[in-house]
């Protein structure tokens, strides 16, 4: 959704403050951008969570390996998944593009009609 004309004039105010105030800080924030996830990102996070499940059925299988009756080498199973599955999840919108910010809101949904309205009440005050 685009800004108003006095919401993108505030934002351009609070940008030159924060500018004026702390430079470094204000180039290290607009240097950060973060990189989308890939498919390559996904795949590795599916790969480290098959990992860890393989750990975790291995090391529940094999007594031998246990450590004082706690199965270590499933803990670390556990947390290898996990660390999988949050790499693969997070990179799972990384396919879709960006909405157009010029395009105008649906109408005819709820949201548009919501939105619509929003920009109506404002526009009066």
Do not use: Y
């Not at 290290?28 to 499940?53: D, I, K, M, N, Y």
């Not at 009609?113 to 929003?118: D, G, L, S, V």
């Amino acid at each position: 959704m685009p800004l108003s004309e006095h919401e993108q004039r505030l934002l351009d105010q609070i940008e030159r403050a924060l500018i004026a105030e702390d430079p470094k800080f204000a180039s290290t924030v607009r240097a950060g951008r973060l990189r989308r996830p890939t498919r390559r990102r996904r795949l590795q996070g599916l790969s480290l969570f098959l990992l860890g499940l393989v750990l975790l059925v291995v090391g529940v299988a094999v007594r031998s390996i246990w450590l004082s009756n706690v199965p270590v080498v499933s803990v670390v199973g556990f947390l290898v998944m996990l660390a999988g599955a949050v790499l693969a999840v997070t990179s799972i919108g990384a396919g879709k593009k960006a909405p157009n910010k010029g395009a105008e809101p649906d109408r005819n949904r709820f949201g548009g009609k919501m939105e619509e309205r929003f920009r109506r009440r404002f526009e009066q005050e």
